[in-house]
């Protein structure tokens, strides 16, 4: 168990909808990364934010955003869904932009 | 930006036999190397990880060598078991700053799958 929760596991929505799917860090880490895998691209990076600022930024479509609480749980924001949005999303964190990665085990979206 | 290539795309070894996968990556600028294992329905986990001040980095049955002058680093499994099956992803990251903050670019990833 890597210590970073993601919810919820499963998502199944129609085209057109929004969604919101949250991610808790590993206690102690102040970095959030939100990574979107699917059959044919792989692990693609979406956002970085530490200590609830946004740090980098991906090729996150305008349709997606993400924020990081006070309390550092973060939430990645999908809107207007098209089918091609079907993947896993997957949250990472870190103590900082050098340390190691974490990641929690995903929650899969499914448009239809 | 970085580009991470990762070969090959699948590798089927006996139990007991070694594994190895290759990856280069583009940036010079990148100084961190993880490996993940991603096993059906969970996250990547990391099994190792080299920065570029080290040539190689041992821990059990796993490996990995980093040649920075080539640009490539290698994930060496010895002794493969069944549960070494996974699909497993490099990754390279740069220095902080600028839009690469802390960002990994990972491969596409090598099934593995060990016969036993």
């Known amino acids: 168990d890597s210590g970073v929760t993601q919810t919820p596991k499963h998502l199944i929505t129609a085209t057109g909808q929004r969604v919101t799917l949250r991610c808790s860090p590993r206690?102690?880490?102040?970095?959030v990364y939100w990574y979107q895998q699917s059959l044919d691209q792989g692990l693609q990076f979406l956002i970085h934010y530490y200590n609830g600022e946004e740090r980098a930024k991906g090729n996150i479509l305008e349709r997606f955003s993400a924020q990081q609480f006070p309390d550092l749980h973060s939430e990645l924001n999908l809107s207007s869904l098209e089918l091609g949005d079907s993947a896993l999303y997957f949250c990472?964190?870190?103590?900082?932009?050098?340390?190691?990665?974490?990641f929690g085990n995903g929650t899969r979206l499914t448009v239809t | 930006g970085e580009n991470v290539e990762q070969h090959p795309s699948t590798l089927s070894v006996q139990e007991g036999d070694s594994a190895v996968i290759k990856c280069t990556y583009s940036d010079s600028a990148s100084n961190y190397f993880p490996w993940y294992k991603q096993e059906l329905g969970k996250g990547p986990q990391l099994i190792i990880d080299?920065?570029?001040?080290?040539g190689e980095k041992k821990d059990q049955r796993i490996a990995v060598t980093l040649n920075k002058t080539a640009k490539h680093f290698s994930l060496h499994i010895t002794e493969t078991q069944p549960e070494d099956s996974a699909v497993y992803f490099c990754?390279?990251?740069?220095?902080?700053?600028?839009?690469?903050?802390?960002?990994?670019?990972f491969g596409q990833g090598t099934i593995l799958t060990v016969h036993p």
């Open positions: 990472a964190s870190s103590v900082n932009h050098n340390s190691p990665l974490h």
């Open positions: 080299i920065r570029s001040n080290v």
């Open positions: 206690s102690g880490d102040l970095s």
């Open positions: 990754a390279a990251r740069p220095l902080s700053g600028g839009t690469s903050y802390g960002k990994l670019t």
